[in-house]
C-alpha cells in the first residue's frame, strides 16, 4: 500500500518544471510500462493516461497522478524518464528548488493553461522503442498553432495573371495517406512510425485553413494505396476545381514507398496516375506531391563547415543534350510546319513535389522524425505554409523548407542520431507561379 501523497520538495519541483514536462516528455508505451513496473501507476491509470487522444493531455494526466502516488513516486518517475531516454528531462527536475511551500494550494495545478495543445494524435502503436525509432530533433516545439495568413485584393490583383488560376472554393481535393503501423507478420522490418499521426493531422489541418477538401487514409496496404490514388484521380469534381495535393506518408526506399504489408507502390506510378494522358480533368492545373518518407537507410552525419564564403564563386551554366534539343530533328521540323488544330502537352507537367530526404550519386539519405512532434520536414512544410503562402509562390516556399531543413541537427545525446543532418529537396514542372491566395475569393 502506497503511502498518501508525495514529499513537497518532490511535489514542488514536478510543479515548477509542468509546463516544460507538458510540451516536452514522451508519454509512450514503455514509460508506462516502466512505471507499472515499479509499482507506481495502476494498471487502471496507466489505461485512463493511455486513452487520452493528445501528447498534452497524457502528459498533463500523469503530472496529475503522480503527486498522489507516495514518496517513492518522483524517484521512480525520474528513473523511467532515463529508461525512455529523456535524461535531459530528468537533470531538469534535479535542477528544481527544493523550497517554497506556499504553493501548497496548487499541488493539483501543473498546466499554464495559456499552454497551446499540440496537434490531436492517435495513441501508438504496441511496440518496444528502440535506438532506430528514436528519433529526436535539437528544437522542442510543439507543432505551429498560428493561423494560415490571407493574401490581400491588392496582392491578388498584382499577381494573379502570371499565376495559375486559384479561385475556386474548394481550391481543390487534398488526399493525405499515412502509414503509421505496419503488419508486424508481413512486414516485420518496418518500425511504427511514431509521431506520424501528428504528421497527418497537421496537413489536414493546414490544407484545410488553404481551402481544400481532405480526404485522410490510414495505415494501407500498397494495394489498397493503388486503388484509393486511382479512385482520387478519376473524381469528376476535379473539374470545377483548380489544383489538387498528395501527400504520401510512410517508410520508404528510392523511388518507391511501403504499404503497411511491406511492398512496395512505386512514386513514378503516382505521378503517371496524375499526368497529362491519365488525368484530363487535371490537365493545365497544378498538381502538388508531398513525400513524407526515407528514401534510402543512408544517415547524414553531416560535415564540418570551413570558414569562407557560404557558396563558391563558380557561376552556373545551363547544360543541355544537344541531341535532345530538337532542333536537328526531322519530326520536330515535320511537326512545326504542318501545324496542329490541337494544341498538344507533354505527358506530364504543372506538378511539384517535395521530397522530406536527398536523393544523391552516392547515397540515398533518411528522413528524420520526431517522435512527439512529428517529422522535421512536415513541420517545415507547415509553418512555412501558414506564414509565408499569403504572398509566396510554392516554389520558392519549398526554397525556405530547404533552408530551415539544412540548419537542423538531431538531439539524441548517446545515440547515432545525435547531430544527424536532413537535406530535402523538390522537383518542379511548373509552367506558372504558383500562389495559393489563401482566404481570399475574387469576385467574379
Known amino acids: 500500500m502506497l503511502e ?6 518532490d511535489r514542488l ?11 516536452e516528455m514522451v508519454v509512450d508505451e514503455m514509460l508506462i510500462q516502466t512505471l507499472q513496473a515499479d509499482d507506481i501507476l495502476t494498471e487502471s491509470m496507466a489505461e485512463s493516461i493511455l486513452a487520452e487522444r493528445t501528447s498534452h493531455k497524457r502528459n498533463w494526466r500523469l503530472l496529475f497522478l503522480l503527486p498522489k502516488r507516495g514518496p517513492r513516486a518522483f524517484s521512480g518517475f525520474c528513473g523511467a524518464l532515463r529508461e525512455t531516454e529523456q535524461q535531459h528531462l530528468c537533470d531538469l527536475l534535479s535542477q528544481s528548488p527544493e523550497r517554497d511551500s506556499t504553493g501548497r494550494q496548487h499541488t493539483q495545478r501543473f498546466v499554464d493553461s495559456s499552454l497551446p495543445y499540440p496537434t490531436e494524435e492517435a495513441i501508438a502503436a504496441k511496440r518496444p522503442r528502440t535506438h532506430e525509432s528514436m528519433e529526436m530533433s535539437l528544437d522542442a516545439d510543439s507543432p505551429i498553432t498560428t493561423p494560415v495568413q490571407a493574401s490581400s485584393h491588392d496582392f491578388y490583383l498584382t499577381h494573379y495573371q502570371q499565376s495559375y488560376r486559384m479561385a475556386a472554393s474548394p481550391r481543390g481535393f487534398a488526399m493525405v495517406i499515412s502509414n503509421v503501423t ?16 501528428v504528421d497527418e493531422e497537421v496537413l489536414r489541418k493546414v490544407f484545410t485553413e488553404l481551402d481544400y477538401s481532405v480526404i485522410v487514409k490510414r495505415n494501407l496496404p500498397a494495394q489498397d494505396m493503388r486503388a484509393c490514388i486511382e479512385q482520387f484521380r478519376r473524381r469528376q ?44 480533368l487535371l490537365q493545365n492545373k497544378p498538381k502538388m506531391f508531398f513525400i513524407q518518407a526515407c528514401r534510402g537507410d543512408e544517415m547524414d552525419c553531416g560535415v564540418e563547415q570551413t570558414d569562407g564564403p557560404d557558396r563558391t564563386g563558380s557561376p552556373s551554366c545551363e547544360q543541355r543534350d544537344a541531341g535532345r534539343e530538337g532542333e536537328g530533328d526531322p519530326a520536330s521540323r515535320q511537326g512545326q510546319e504542318t501545324g496542329r488544330t490541337r494544341i498538344k502537352l507533354p505527358q506530364r507537367s504543372d506538378m511539384i513535389c517535395g521530397f522530406a530526404s536527398l536523393k544523391g550519386q552516392k547515397m540515398c539519405t533518411a528522413a528524420m522524425r520526431n517522435t512527439k512532434r512529428g517529422s522535421w520536414y512536415i513541420q517545415e512544410l507547415d509553418t512555412a505554409l501558414r506564414c509565408r503562402s499569403r504572398d509566396t509562390h510554392i516554389a520558392d516556399i519549398l526554397v525556405q523548407v530547404n533552408g530551415r531543413i539544412k540548419e537542423r541537427e538531431g538531439y539524441a545525446p548517446g545515440t547515432a542520431h545525435h547531430r544527424c543532418k536532413e537535406m530535402s529537396e523538390f522537383t518542379s514542372s511548373l509552367c506558372k507561379d504558383l500562389y495559393l491566395f489563401p482566404k481570399y475569393l475574387p469576385p467574379y
Open 4 to 9: 498518501c501523497g508525495m514529499i513537497e520538495r
Open 13 to 23: 519541483a514536478l510543479r515548477k518544471r509542468s509546463t516544460v514536462l507538458c510540451r
Open 182 to 197: 505496419f503488419d508486424p507478420l508481413a512486414a516485420p522490418e518496418l518500425d511504427s512510425r511514431k509521431g506520424g499521426e
Open 237 to 280: 469534381e476535379h473539374r470545377t476545381m483548380d489544383s489538387c495535393v498528395v501527400c504520401l506518408l510512410s517508410h520508404g526506399v528510392e523511388g518507391a514507398i511501403y504499404g503497411t504489408d511491406g511492398q512496395l507502390l512505386p512514386l513514378d506510378w503516382v505521378f503517371e496516375a496524375f499526368d497529362n494522358a491519365h488525368c484530363p
